[in-house]
C-alpha cells in the first residue's frame, strides 16, 4: 500500500504543531500522542511515528513540543 508524505510542521508559539499530508491539513498536535491519534483518525496506522519514512519532521524532531517560554523573543 502507497502511503502519502506526512509533514509535522515547526511548533507553533504555543508548541502545537500542524500535521499535513499535500495540501490537507490532518489535525493540530500538542504531544507526540496526538501525531499518533491523528494518523489513526486518517486510517494511517503509523503507531512508530518516531521511526517512520512517511512522517517528514520540520523545525524538530518527534521529542520537540516548546512551550511558549522556550521560543526566543523578539
Do not use: C, F, N
Amino acid at each position: 500500500m502507497d502511503y502519502p508524505q506526512i509533514v509535522v510542521h515547526a511548533p507553533g508559539l504555543d508548541g502545537s504543531r500542524r500535521v499535513t499530508t499535500g495540501d490537507e491539513t490532518l489535525g493540530i498536535a500538542y504531544h507526540l500522542d496526538d501525531v499518533v491519534e491523528i494518523l489513526r483518525r486518517a486510517d494511517l496506522d503509523e503507531t512508530e511515528v518516531e521511526k517512520s519514512d512517511i512522517i517528514d519532521w520540520q523545525g524538530g524532531g518527534p521529542d520537540d513540543w516548546p512551550g511558549l517560554s522556550e521560543h526566543p523573543s523578539e
